[in-house]
């Protein structure tokens, strides 16, 4: 029987954790990282560009989204991209990752533009994101979910499924391995065997990160990670995102609240109806009086003094 | 009303809240839930155990002929259990397009018709083709149906939803008119003494007669049993999981870097060779072919097997062919009420159960189930029924 389980006793890693040798559990996080980020030389490449928009505008109709935006993204940093609502951050993302081609100007993605490369030719080419409105496989367990990020780097073809040949029983065993660690890394392992649908809302964000990272991309669009978390969840995340970007991950992150954005992102682009407006460190665009005057509104509170 | 139809109303009627009855009281007692949790701690070995005796009863059943399950002296028992198994193995197939990838297909009867042509062509006597083994008629049907969901799929698969529906529904049509309409087809004449499998009674017979129904339906059985293998296999796939993701939201899946189109054509292709498969069988055992039997409501019915069965559900799907076959031969003298008689049913069902009698329900990773046990110590949440989400979280709090 080439099925003999390899059950081992009740309980699995996740109890397991709980009764490990800090020496045993920092071996174990260890191996949780080596699966998470399996490239990470990629970190010491920092610098160069990773995607660079030019020119991009975007038309729905008379509506214009997005107006003649350029900006780059470098590999290895954390950028920012900010914007009262509506300004067309979320198109940003859909130009970029093929869900909309740009009316006119062009993506490009390591110096190759995406041209008419089909959505999930762009995944292929290291480009994920998550969804403001989550949009998790909700009949699926979160593992299946993490799973189907994983599938986008498998070779496995129907005849090779349908016979059950070696490479797919290789290719199964270790993605059900690196999505219970990136499982583990967002910190939700323990709910791998519920179906996406019947998590809490948390969960169903962070699962969306570990999907989107499970299709190891060069670049991690996130789209408002933190929309409906309370501040002890936005500190976690912000940590989490750090460490991915620590991993050799870049990323792109989009988000309303100021305290995460000044904390964590290493760059910022602020766009307002369309047009990019101000572009430069967090601390230079907390003190821009455009941005102030079109984002923050009047300049007030502790949400911005007590960031940096 | 007749006699004979209130006779056969009564026994529905008593047979239906029979199965109602002992449904509900399995839901009640959340026996389900804890049945599946029996089923899921055996290991493989211990499941055959208990499969192989199911199965042995199952294939026998023709010659068993239980008293009250049995559709004599209407019909020939054995010929029904065949015309049960052959909508089963339909409902399979369909299941693949409607179930797992969640694409609408109304015309699936036109690749059962096309299979039942294959067959007809290369058997028959009145067929100007030269003539091959029956047996061989199978594969052929099911290249040639792949060939047909490729052809068809590839201008329509960009379409979605009520698009789709609406050109499956039409080519089932267009395969009804050429049938009728294309001179080498033969139209209402049709074909007399298509092929069957070799072999012989102890009196000299014909083993495959088409008056002979039970080897007719253990060779349908030991299709299915390899049909459910294989389709198991690419269920528990990255195919089966990007077919499932297409079903629960294309855009995200296509994002998330599954190339959709071409698991749909997949999807498409895998199952026409399937519904291919069982026209070819139909032909072989009813013996004849011609443009009667492959219109849109046989295709409806195809449909019904499936949601009726509980689309996504290959245990479901199975019961749900069964059911929709049975039912006409069993109660004669209803079945020409049979149209009113599912329509009703898939309202109701629609309303206190819109998941069919047995919900969707797919395993999604190779050896998902020692990965579940290994890593969090627990078997996955297979089910999506409220009452088990309820009592997991209240385990917790
Ligand atoms: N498919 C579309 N068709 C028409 N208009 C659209 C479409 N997508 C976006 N828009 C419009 O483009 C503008 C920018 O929208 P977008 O979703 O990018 O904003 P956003 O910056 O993400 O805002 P929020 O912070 O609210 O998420 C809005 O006015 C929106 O109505
Ligand atoms: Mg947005």
Redesign the pocket.
Known sequence: MSDTPEVEPEGGIVAELEHMTEAERAAHEAEVAEAVAPDREIAVEVGDTLLELRDVTMR?GG?V?MDSVSFSIKRGEILGLI?P???????CFNAMTGVYRPTSGQVLLEDRPLGRAKRHQITHRGIARTF?NIRLFGEMTALENVVVGADARHQTSVVGALLRLPRHHREEREAIDRAMALLEFMGIADRAADKAKNLPYGYQRRLEIARALATEPKLLCLDEPAAGFNPAEKDELMGLIRKIRDDGYTVLLIE?DMRLVMGVTDRIVVLEFGKKIAEGLPAEIRDNPAVIAAYLGVPDEEDTDGAA | MTSDEIIDLVEMVVLVAVLVAVGKLFQRSKASGRLGEWWNSKSRVEQWAWLVPLIAVVVLIPVINPPFLTTEPGTNFPITMFNCALYALVALGLNVVVGQAGLLDLGYVGFFAVGAYVAALFTSPDSQLSKIPYLWTLPLAMVVTMFFGVVLGTPTLRLRGDYLAIVTLGFGEIVRLLATLMPPLKGNVGFQDVGHPPGTKADGGALFANTNGTPWYMLTIGIILIVLLLVGNLERSRVGRAWVAIREDEDAAEMMGVPVFKFKLWAFAIGAAIGGLSGSLFAGQVSFVNNQKFDVPTSVLFLAAVVLGGSGNKVGVLLGGFVIAYIPFRFTALASYKYLIFGVALVVLMIFRPQGLLGARQRLLARGRQAYQRLIGRPEQLSSDSSLVAEKAGDSA
């Open positions: 729905f509506l989204a914007g609502n509506g300004a067309g951050k979320t198109t403001q309303h």
